[in-house]
């Protein structure tokens, strides 16, 4: 059982930054991909970007937002720069436990979710 935290969300101005972070429970955190999806309301849940032995981006937030992991601390991150309202949405990490995770932007793949943070872009 992984037990995933998220914070960093907050309100930010079109053309900011916000770093969204994730911390995980457990000893096995280098084994699991990492990811992070987001939901705005009304529309699906859909997926960021996520980490495993490489990087994926959706292409909607690619060249603006970095995701990026450090194993020692089971802490995922998410640097967002550039933020547009379209942006505005809960952003929820994930982890799947697998070491042969390519890049499905499926977020029924994964296991495990956080509680979700709240990111908001004023225009």
């Known amino acids: 059982q992984v037990q995933l935290v998220e914070s960093g969300g907050g309100l930010v101005q079109t053309g900011g930054s916000l770093r969204l972070s994730c911390a995980a429970s457990?000893?096995?955190?280098?084994?699991?991909?990492m990811g992070w999806f987001r939901q705005a309301p009304g529309k699906e849940r859909e997926f960021v970007a996520a980490?495993?032995?490489?990087?994926y981006y959706a292409n909607s937030v690619k060249g603006r937002f970095t995701i990026s992991r450090d194993n020692a601390k089971n802490t995922v991150y998410l640097q967002m720069n550039s933020l547009k309202p379209e942006d505005t949405a809960v952003y929820y990490c994930?982890?799947?436990?697998?070491?042969?995770?390519?890049?499905?932007?499926?977020?029924?793949?994964?296991?495990?979710w956080g509680q979700g943070t709240q990111v908001t872009v004023s225009s």
């Open positions: 457990g000893r096995t955190f280098s084994s699991y991909a």
């Open positions: 994930a982890a799947l436990r697998t070491p042969y995770y390519s890049g499905s932007p499926d977020p029924r793949l994964f296991d495990y």
């Open positions: 980490i495993r032995w490489t990087t």
